[in-house]
């Protein structure tokens, strides 16, 4: 979850200074994806075991989509390549920590052999 903060507060950083263009449009989708993605791994924090893996998967999911729109805004060269670099390899291992424990949690529910 730290680390979900951490990047979301690097990119409050960047976001106040997209282009107006994007700042207003793919800037604005990838803010409330990143408050999605929050919301979806606190969610499944709370929870018991076998009721996490929809929220760690919706997370998942939301985690992949932040991926693509940070690729349209470097695309559009609204941010430059050591910003996209920054931010993406950060959601890459968030991304391979949310993979993980959806993993874990899949074998643990699991019925046993």
Request: hydrophobic letters at 40%.
């Amino acid at each position: 979850m730290r680390k979900i903060k951490d990047l979301y507060l690097l990119w409050c950083t960047i976001h106040k200074t997209l282009p107006k263009a994007q700042r207003y449009s793919l800037g604005q989708k990838i803010d409330s994806t990143f408050i999605n993605l929050v919301e979806a791994t606190v969610t499944a924090g709370f929870l018991m075991k076998s009721e996490k893996i929809p929220y760690v998967r919706r997370g998942i999911q939301k985690c992949d989509t932040l991926k693509v729109f940070l690729l349209m805004v470097w695309e559009t060269k609204a941010i430059d390549n050591a910003t996209y670099i920054a931010l993406s390899e950060r959601l890459n291992e968030i991304g391979k920590m949310l993979g993980g424990w959806n993993g874990q949690l899949t074998k643990q529910n699991s019925p046993q052999r």
